[in-house]
Nanobody, 120 residues
Framework: QVQLVESGGGLVQAGGSLRLSCAAL????????MVWYRQAPGKERELVGA???????YYADSVKGRFTISRDNAKNTVYLQMNSLKPEDTAVYYC??????????????WGQGTQVTVSS
């Protein structure tokens, strides 16, 4: 089993920056790609971006050029650096990790979510 623990959310003014962290605990060898999602009030959860085990990244168009995903495999931690934040970035941000087909347990794991609020 795996537990994903997020941290780093908070309140920031528009144009500011925040860095979110997602630490994986437990059977981390079952994980490879790590994904960030977000969900704003009244909206569906949306994909923010992802990073493969080798460090390749993908970003949604809405955050491309402003957000950066990185990982420290030695610490089993993934980061979401968010710059030039906008009020529309306000959401609960979730870390997600698909489980390996070779590991028992759920299809994927989710963090508890961390609130990011950007004031105008």
């Amino acid at each position: 089993q795996v537990q994903l623990v997020e941290s780093g959310g908070g309140l920031v003014q528009a144009g500011g920056s925040l860095r979110l962290s997602c630490a994986a605990l437990g059977e981390t060898f079952c994980l490879s790609t790590m994904v960030w999602y977000r969900q704003a009030p009244g909206k569906e959860r949306e994909l923010v971006g992802a990073i493969s085990s080798g460090g390749s990244t993908y970003y949604a168009d809405s955050v491309k050029g402003r957000f950066t995903i990185s990982r420290d495999n030695a610490k089993n931690t993934v980061y979401l650096q968010m710059n030039s934040l906008k009020p529309e970035d306000t959401a609960v941000y979730y870390c997600n990790a698909p489980n390996s087909d070779y590991c028992p347990g759920p299809a994927d794991y989710w963090g508890q979510g961390t609130q990011v609020t950007v004031s105008s």
